[in-house]
């Protein structure tokens, strides 16, 4: 099955706490992103990785790393969370050949920081 | 930056009859920009419902039409005739070739009443 996989589904843990979500595409894309998805639905980019090389950076607070092994894996660390990052974190591939231009979404990790 | 604003939900629409989402954009650092529409069903993860590259064009799919409409800066969704199983969200969303990012609306959660 060719598609943007991601883990856990939900996370729930406690302020302070690391966290760590994995992404991983099957659809031969060379560009992955991170969005986050807030309590109001609004989905914003976080990072792009194009080839493991960092091309989109937005501004997000430094406790968010991404982390990736080759051009098909995409994962996100939060060191130290806060109560603001709960929400839900979704991970799109997409091709540079083909302009980046139409991106596929996994299913999405809801995180829930108590 | 760019920017994307759509018909602020909830929708509800009776069965068979027919909808327009609305959906104006601005596009301040894309020269030649790429406009969408993804939907995110019940349990489902975002997808893309149609897309429009070209000023002028329309695009279709599952009985939804958009019209890119440069001088308006306009990119409405309509359907004649909505079903149940149209009940979604749905997310307008901005792009350009070899830009990376996509920005999106805020999405507009739409019921069917049947």
């Known amino acids: 099955e060719t598609a943007v996989f991601q883990t856990p589904n939900y996370h729930v843990t406690q302020v302070g706490n690391e966290v760590s979500f994995n992404c991983k595409q099957t659809l031969g894309h060379d560009t992955m992103y991170w969005y986050k998805q807030d309590s109001k639905k609004l989905l914003k980019i976080m990072f792009s990785y194009n080839n493991k090389q960092l091309i989109v950076n937005e501004t997000v607070p430094r406790r968010f790393s991404p982390q990736s092994s080759d051009k098909a894996h995409l994962n996100l660390r939060i060191k130290s969370v806060e109560p603001e990052d709960s929400a839900v974190y979704l991970c799109?591939?997409?091709?540079?050949?083909?302009?980046?231009?139409?991106?596929?979404f996994g299913p999405g990790t809801r995180l829930t920081v108590l | 930056g760019d920017s994307v604003t759509q018909t602020e939900g909830p929708v509800t629409v009776s069965e068979s009859e027919s909808l327009i989402i609305n959906c104006t954009y601005s596009a301040t650092s894309i020269a030649y920009p790429n406009l969408f529409w993804y939907v995110r069903y019940p349990g489902e993860g975002l997808q893309l419902l149609l897309k429009v590259i070209t000023a002028g064009q329309k695009g279709s799919s599952r009985g939804f039409e958009a019209t890119y409409n440069k001088e308006t800066t306009s990119f409405h969704l309509q359907k004649a005739s909505v079903q149940e199983s149209d009940s979604a969200v749905y997310y307008c969303a901005l792009g350009g070739y070899g830009n990376e990012k996509i920005t999106f609306g805020a999405g507009t959660k739409l019921t069917i009443k049947p």
């Open positions: 799109a591939s997409s091709h540079r050949d083909w302009g980046y231009a139409e991106q596929f």
